[in-house]
């Protein structure tokens, strides 16, 4: 079931986080998607109010996922290595997947979001063709697949189809990679245009890196995004190897190639950003780029920890994506940029909880080309996460301090209701539209990866 416009209805929510503060007994009511009006302070529900027990926040936006990689959560904690090493387990079950058994794995990860509060996601799209790198009939068939997941999981998504040309500076794609590659910026260009977006799916584009795009490929995706004012994401720096290769192959930093390339700017968003010179944040500040953390993976992969402070000041909005989906939890997600800063910097206070939870929900969805998301405000999408406050992890603390309680303390388990586009989606901790996200989850997993 897509996300449509809802008929007229009306929530209430016990707590409420609008206009950077909690308010109690706020009436939130919706007419076509989109809230209609937001009136607080009303402790009676009005008659046929759906009740929002807790506190509610505007839908989470994961703004960098790989759905694929979820079947790797236990497989790849096993064992030693580095992210060079993980890649061999990726490839792997990149291998295994066709369109059909795609939309299968993507239903249950999009649906396992849902259940954690995420009512949109951005998915970094490079898995485009059949083993050799054959094209598909329809040559979308893997994209299509994603968009309709998330359909039937009841969220939003922006797919990123990926950009994709070589296994390093100047290498062609290893036999693994042909499944991601196009020929050329021009060859993605043409495929990438054939998308269509639709009431829950909008489309953007991405740069995988430096080393999978070469220097002369970036300026035509960059310019593909900027004519259709369509978002543009790219991994950038996350290895300390990308680097080193990046200098000796062009004489200067990831994050300069792209400046200069015309591929930074206030629609663009630059993922990990970990290992970056003073030069490199003055660029992506300056420029208004988003930086999406995704501490989770930062810290499974043994990426390091990123300047996220540092580039905020610098003028960086900072989104949040689970990536890899070691876990799912964007709370998680929004702490550990707080919590990772002060173990770099043995010092405390770096972020407060109302600008976490700006970057899982407005800035978020901003990078994800939904500007209209991530409030509960009147014109907004009508789409709402709400957080217990009664269980035990976030009893105690006043409903005052509800954002702190759900930034510093709450986890995915404690996310009880889920609306998208005014319908819920997500009612006392069940998803009404896969009903059972485990058993889902295990089938399709169990497949991929049975030996």
Not at 253 to 268: D, F, I, S, V
Not at 401 to 424: I, M, P, S
Request: net charge negative; with cysteine; aromatic share 4%.
């Amino acid at each position: 079931m897509p996300v449509t416009s809802s008929p007229e209805a009306v929530y209430h929510a016990e707590h409420a986080w609008t206009g950077g503060a909690v308010a109690s007994g706020v009436v939130i009511e919706v007419a076509g998607g989109r809230i209609a009006a937001v009136r607080t302070g009303v402790a009676v529900p009005p008659p046929g109010a759906r009740a929002l027990r807790g506190l509610t926040l505007p839908g989470l936006a994961n703004a960098h996922s790989h759905a694929f990689h979820r079947a790797l959560r236990g497989i790849a904690q096993r064992g030693s290595g580095t992210f060079w090493t993980w890649r061999d387990s990726m490839y792997d079950v990149a291998a295994r997947l066709d369109p059909g058994s795609y939309l299968e794995l993507a239903r249950a990860v999009y649906a396992e979001m849902a259940l954690a509060g995420v009512s949109c996601v951005g998915e970094f799209h490079y898995l485009h063709h059949a083993l050799g790198g054959r094209p598909y009939a329809d040559p979308n068939a893997m994209g299509e697949a994603l968009i309709e997941a998330a359909a039937q999981a009841g969220i939003r998504i922006t797919l990123l189809d990926t950009c994709y040309l070589s296994a390093g500076f100047g290498a062609p794609p290893e036999p693994h990679q042909l499944r991601f590659a196009d020929a050329d910026a021009d060859a993605w260009a043409a495929r990438a245009s054939a998308l269509k977006e639709r009431e829950h799916a909008r489309i953007g584009a991405a740069i995988h890196s430096v080393r999978a795009v070469p220097a002369g490929q970036i300026a035509p995706v960059a310019r593909w995004a900027a004519e259709r004012d369509a978002p543009l994401h790219a991994h950038l720096s996350e290895q300390p190897a990308e680097n080193e290769a990046c200098l000796a192959a062009h004489g200067c930093t990831p994050t300069r190639l792209l400046a200069e390339r015309g591929a930074l700017g206030p629609r663009t968003s630059a993922v990990h950003a970990t290992h970056l010179t003073g030069d490199d944040i003055a660029l992506l500040g300056g420029s208004a780029t988003t930086i999406c953390m995704c501490p989770t993976t930062e810290r499974d992969l043994a990426d390091g920890i990123g300047p996220a402070a540092g580039l905020a000041h610098a003028g960086s909005p900072i989104s949040l994506g689970s990536d890899s989906h070691a876990v799912v939890d964007l709370f998680e997600e929004a702490r550990a940029v707080e919590l990772d800063e002060r173990l770099r910097t043995l010092r405390r206070g770096h972020w407060s909880a109302a600008a976490l939870l700006r970057a899982a929900t407005r800035d978020g969805h901003a990078s994800l080309g939904w500007p209209e998301a991530g409030r509960i405000e009147a014109g907004a999408l009508a789409d709402l996460t709400t957080v217990a406050l009664d269980s035990v992890r976030t009893a105690g603390p006043p409903a005052a301090l509800g954002a702190e309680t759900a930034v510093f303390a709450a986890t995915a388990a404690d996310v009880r209701h889920v609306v998208v586009g005014g319908r819920q989606i997500v009612r006392d901790g069940a998803h009404l539209l896969v009903p059972d996200v485990p058993a889902a989850l295990a089938g399709t997993i169990a497949r991929l990866t049975a030996s």
